[in-house]
């Protein structure tokens, strides 16, 4: 095959037909179904929890997985960033972003809107500049990280609201703060569902009774 | 600032030493003489002789025809998906007009989608027609990449290769070990791999999430090494299952990388001319760098809209800043804009933040990386591309010393030059003419997201990603019409088929001729000279024909950022 010695011309589309019928089937079921199903058994053998989407469990109960966001609009609770997915924010069911460009006069009024939003929120002053994250929307409609910047100006807000020392509040988000992987891959941020979860746990010992 | 600049510096080396190894990994794809078991039996399926050597015409006849029944198997598929397993949803069958689109994006390793992948496809066609179709467009493409540069190895040959082998070795020894090893890893980074449909979860706050899961991981291994780049869902690598970590992004990146990178090398290896492999890949590597920088800087000086309304895009130890609008928090701009230079250099399409949203000179480097159609470039066909830049250079610069043009000890004659101007032509004919086309279209303003340039730049992105075969896409177009769907699908074919055939033609023709010995007029091509004078004319050539078309798009976009100007 690799001299040209070899001369066996054949015709141009001469016994081409089957080859080329037969490798589209084949090659569906082998690349198709054998590949992903084979992936399949070998990745829930392995990494179970993952393989079903790194679901997480409260009382037996499903309430998110740890990758996706989910809305948070009580103030007691660490808020994500804004959502445009479809019918309603973290509609994991149909990921979405808003696509505006940078000159488009909606995007900056949902900017406008969502900082005087925050800043009331979190009382802050009617000229402070908010973190760029809390104010617009992410890529997938899902993102379940802030920043820290973000998650230390909701402290006082949140610490205030479940009636938590505002330093033990923050010694609980810095136990949630994620660094950059190998110290260079990423942004530090912090998951939203799984320190809120974290302060529900907090305060389920005290207080049994709520929620 | 710091970490960002050795982050980048990181990810290049790891490249250029990945490079090395998947080079010579190819090399012995392309030319090991024995068959393996599987390999035999494959072919005694198929019915073909693995013995025969195959003229270019052969050759890409069989490419052709090969991919159009595959092509069509993914369309029939598509239509009947209401019948098939694996449904839960029970999602109805996409419209014709969308399966063709479809079918024609992922045989032609563009993956444009005009279509969301949660609402629109059934875990079974996730396989069976988007996994298959991945898989069957990268390897047709590295295939090509395999018998091109086999043809510039020859001298006095009319045979380039057989098809058949090459497509089952490249499937076998490349492209399937290498997505199931990386499909593991990825699903222990957290992705999906299951046949369940969805997961009901109630919320802390008590409303119901519907998480949409599936085969994922197998489905992006394939889709980032296989240069394809289509979602599994709609928000694609954004999504956290797509991407859940900053170390999958990584992994992402240099899976887009590595094939086209690596072929730099099995050239230089099977041609015995290293040092002009290493020229190709310098090539690449420039624009590469050339490119990140500005998508970086224009991201990370943000939106200075955004911050007139009380946002703060400084970047502090606290917060990426930039430009976060259509971004995930856990890339920030850093691992962003090495995600947007690497998935339109090596023209995949996925993305992990919202192209549409990003700042008018973030956007105008996805653009023009694809309309240069060779910074890297998808598997096999951004070599070839390169290539044919290549033999243009020696061409203008043989013409501009009176002497004729020879490259890799070959002589350059009209054929030839005629070929790689078809195969020049045919991506902006396609990419402006398209264009034009749907500026005229009475409906194309309803489909727009954005009015003004940057609505220009909407229609402009989506005929640029469909014939560059990258598929990436400012997503608010709704290109789910029958004109766009159809126009676009046409536009892929054309930017798929007339580079790579002219292009196997021009490498049947060089095998054909005799070496001649380098003498004194000749331009001597492995020196960092050449390098330039590639990278010259790829610019040159490139801005001559897309600079109008951008500055209506980007270009003037950015100097209404700048004057505060903003549409409704």
């Known amino acids: 095959m690799t001299t040209q010695t070899q001369i066996k011309t054949q015709p141009l589309l001469k016994g081409l037909l089957r080859p080329v019928l037969v490798s589209a089937g084949f090659f569906m079921l082998l690349t198709g179904l054998g590949y992903p199903l084979a992936t399949t058994l070998v990745a829930n053998v392995m990494f179970p929890h993952q393989a079903q989407g790194s679901l997480i469990e409260r009382d037996g109960q499903v309430i998110g997985s740890a990758l996706i966001g989910q809305q948070f609009s009580r103030p007691e609770y660490f808020q994500g960033r804004p959502s445009m997915t479809a019918d309603q924010p973290y509609n994991a069911g149909s990921s979405g972003a808003s696509n505006l460009g940078p000159t488009s006069q909606k995007l900056i009024d949902q900017v406008t809107q969502r900082v005087q939003a925050y800043r009331q929120l979190n009382g802050l002053a009617a000229d402070s500049q908010v973190p760029v994250d809390a104010v617009t929307a992410s890529a997938s409609g899902l993102d379940p990280h802030i920043s820290l910047a973000n998650a230390q100006l909701q402290v006082a807000r949140v610490a205030r609201l479940r009636q938590l020392p505002e330093a033990e509040l923050l010694k609980v988000v810095q136990a949630h703060t994620e660094q950059r992987t190998l110290g260079l891959l990423g942004e530090p941020r912090v998951n939203v569902l799984q320190l809120n979860l974290a302060l529900d746990a907090l305060h389920q010992q005290p207080l049994a009774a709520s929620e | ?568």
């Not at chain 2, 790891?14 to 490079?19: I, S």
């Not at chain 2, 990178?261 to 015995?272: E, P, V």
């Open chain 2, 1 to 568: 600032m710091l970490s960002t600049l050795l982050e980048f510096a990181v990810i290049l080396g790891l490249m250029t030493g990945l490079a090395v190894l998947m080079g010579k990994w190819l090399t012995r794809v392309f030319t090991a003489p024995g068959h393996a078991l599987m390999e035999r039996g494959t072919y005694r399926l198929l019915g073909v002789d693995p013995q025969e050597s195959m003229g270019w015409a052969r050759y890409g006849s069989a490419l052709l025809l090969s991919n159009l029944a595959m092509m069509l198997l993914g369309y029939i598929l598509l239509r009947v998906q209401g019948s098939m397993p694996l449904n839960p949803l029970e999602l109805v069958a996409q419209t014709p007009d969308l399966a063709f689109n479809t079918a024609a994006s992922f045989i032609t390793n563009t993956n444009w989608q005009a279509y969301s992948g949660e609402t629109s496809l059934s875990n079974f066609s996730q396989m069976a027609v988007i996994t298959f179709l991945m898989f069957v467009g990268a390897t047709s493409g590295v295939v090509a990449a395999a018998g091109f540069i086999r043809g510039l190895s020859r001298s006095n040959a009319t045979g380039i290769g057989n098809f058949w082998v090459d497509f089952t070795r490249i499937l076998y020894r490349v492209m399937l070990p290498l997505c199931f090893a990386m499909a593991l890893v990825y699903v222990w980074q957290g992705m999906p791999q299951t046949l369940y449909s969805q997961a009901l979860a109630t919320t802390l706050e008590g409303a119901q999430q519907q998480l949409i899961v599936g085969a994922v991981a197998s489905f992006e291994s394939i889709k980032h090494i296989g240069t394809n780049g289509g979602g599994f869902f709609s928000m694609n690598a954004a999504h956290p299952f797509e991407n859940p970590t900053p170390l999958t992004n990584a992994l992402h990146i240099l899976s887009m990388l590595l094939i086209p990178s690596a072929l730099t090398y099995t050239f230089g290896s099977m041609l015995l001319r290293r040092r002009q492999g290493w020229v190709f890949f310098g090539t690449f590597l420039v624009m590469f760098i050339g490119f990140l920088s500005v998508v970086y800087v224009a991201e990370q000086s943000g939106n200075p809209l955004l911050t007139q309304a009380g946002a703060d895009q400084m970047l502090s130890s606290t917060q990426s800043g930039g430009n976060m609008e259509g971004k995930e928090l856990r890339f920030g701009i850093a691992d962003t804009s090495l995600f947007v230079t690497t998935t339109t250099g090596a023209t995949t399409g996925s993305v992990n933040a919202m192209h549409d949203s990003l700042t008018p000179m973030g956007g105008f480097v996805p653009l023009a990386q694809m309309m240069l159609n060779c910074v890297f470039g998808g598997d096999g066909v951004g070599f070839i591309n390169l290539i044919q830049y290549a033999l243009l250079t020696v061409f203008l610069v043989g013409m501009m010393i009176g002497r004729s043009p020879e490259f890799l000890g070959k002589k350059i004659e009209a054929r030839e030059i005629k070929l790689v101007m078809l195969s020049v032509l045919a991506h902006p004919i396609s990419i402006l003419g398209f264009t034009a086309l749907a500026a005229l279209w009475p409906d194309t303003l309803k489909s727009l997201n954005n009015i003004g340039p940057h609505g220009f730049s909407e229609v402009l992105y989506a005929y640029t990603s469909g014939t560059a075969n990258n598929g990436s896409a400012f997503a608010g177009l709704n290109a789910n019409t029958p004109f766009f769907n159809t126009t676009i699908g046409l536009a892929m074919l054309i930017g798929r088929f007339f580079t790579m055939l002219p292009m196997l033609a021009v490498a049947g023709s060089l095998a054909l001729k005799k070496n001649i010995p380098a003498g004194a007029g000749t331009i001597p091509t492995a020196t960092p000279l050449f390098m330039v004078l590639v990278v010259f004319v790829v610019l040159v050539v490139g801005g001559l024909t897309f600079l109008p078309a951008l500055a209506l798009g980007p270009l003037v976009e950015q100097l209404q950022l700048l004057s505060g100007q903003t549409y409704p």
